[in-house]
């Protein structure tokens, strides 16, 4: 607890240094009535350490600078001082100019001091000064790492808010794109059949009863839809039922005919099981193809070809109604069938047929997706 306050008030412990050398170079130099040259120049040797952490290279060259003054013009003590400046070096800075420093500083109170034959000092200065840059390196040593650390930390989260990022939008484009394919198909189918029961409610009751009953059959299939994709939104673990594939295509064919667009389904090689969300993708992109042919194509047949080639899926969808986009619409499904396929490496063309009508073929290459 005592050491955790100490780092926290870093200024307090170089006080307490200062005032601790103060005692003993301040006090010598008054001791020996040295007031006109003596006492300034301890002041100098000890009182730039208050900033030694601000201003390290600029203390260390005072202090050093001082020390050397000391000695030449009365007599040399020990570099503490001069010791104390070279450890902060070495924490803070890098260690190639830390050993410069250091070994600046040994010459200099080497060389003073065996000129004035003071051996055990020269002995002592050098041992002063090499603990100084051991302990100072070390600190500084470990201060990188724990920064490197922290920085690392920092980056590994900024990295994962990055990806929850992305993932939320991710998840919110396919909630996007779910929400659209279910909710466009079904309600389009939903009118469609209810514009003929209305036709036919007069003259033909059974009819109109009929679709009646197709309109109830495609309102619980969206609401299933829905139940399903909020389930997973919400993550509740409820077991709704699963993504729909090319296996419910027969379902989706017969909801469309109910409405009356006729719709022919043709199969080229032997059908496989897919990936879930190729398989997903494939029958997204039917249904958004052949709700786009009754809202907007004024069509009146629809043909649906799935081609199961080696390491390859193709799904066409076609019909005879006045081209154009569908002939209407804003060409956001188109989009969306788009995305779909690209997220899987696969293409998709879309646009008039030759002869008439409008065409929409994708293309998902399987061994990419594996």
Known sequence: MFWNWLRRHPYLVDTGIVLALAGGYIGRAAHLGQFAGGVPIAVLEVAPLLVRRRYPRLVFAAVTAAWLADSVLYSPLPPVPVAVAVYTLATTLGRQEAVVAGATAVVVTSVTSLADREWNLSILSVLLLGAGWVLGDSLGTRRAYVQALEERAERLEREQAAERARAVAEEQARIGRELHDVIAHNVSVMVVQAAAANDVFEARPERAREALHAIEATGRSALTELRRLLGSVRGDGTDFMPQPGLDRLDELVAQVRAAGLAVAVSVDGARRELPAGIDLSAYRIVQEALTNTLKHADATRADVALHYRHGELGVEVRDDGVGGLNGGG?????????????????????????????????????EAST
């Open 330 to 366: 804003t060409g956001r499904g188109l989009i969306g069938m788009r995305e779909r396929v690209t997220i899987y490496g696969g293409s998709l063309l879309a646009g008039p047929a030759p002869g008439g009508g409008f065409a929409v073929a994708a293309r998902f290459p399987l």
